[in-house]
């Protein structure tokens, strides 16, 4: 349990986070990949709130990453669970952190797929079914993809 308002609050911000983000960009991309002749269109409201999602969940993980740690992945999980809850216990922060982590790159990784597979070809008569909000969440993680394995690659 939190120990203070400060704290209340920051868990609770960080435990809807992650949940509005699998909710609304699953929905999305699901859109994407059943879409068969328009694009599909979301509210503004709906686009707000996922575009933040995405954003405070990247943010959190690049964050995460970037941090030395040992442990492989299960320290940058650690790290994540420590920004999300700090006053938990290890075990609650670990498994924080592999909720943002898996989530994050699963669907990040199902919108570039997305983005592949219906972004068109407008020669051979096919449309473009990818919304701009798909789009650039794929992109955002094929940046982060592309951080992390310079990362990894230059620590060898």
Same mark, same amino acid.
């Given at each position: 349990m939190p120990s203070n308002a400060k704290e209340f609050f920051q868990t609770l911000a960080f435990g809807l986070v992650p949940i509005a983000?699998?909710?609304l960009f699953g929905q999305a991309i699901y859109e994407t990949f059943t879409a068969t002749t328009d694009v599909p269109s979301f509210s503004t409201g709906f686009i707000v709130v996922a575009s933040g999602a995405?954003?405070? *969940?990247g943010a959190g993980v690049a964050i995460a990453m970037g941090v030395e740690r040992s442990g492989g992945f299960k320290?940058?999980?650690q790290n994540f669970g420590r920004i999300s809850w700090p006053s938990g216990n290890e075990k609650w922060q670990e498994i924080i952190g592999w909720v943002y982590l898996i989530a994050y790159f699963v669907l990040g990784a199902?919108?570039?797929v997305a983005w592949v597979m219906q972004s068109g070809n407008e020669a051979a008569g096919k449309p473009n079914? *990818?919304?701009e909000l798909v789009e650039t969440l794929a992109s955002a993680i094929w940046g982060l993809i592309l951080a992390v394995a310079a990362k990894v690659y230059n620590q060898t």
């Open positions: 983000f699998i909710w995405a954003g405070a *969940v320290g940058y999980a199902l919108a570039i079914l *990818v919304p």
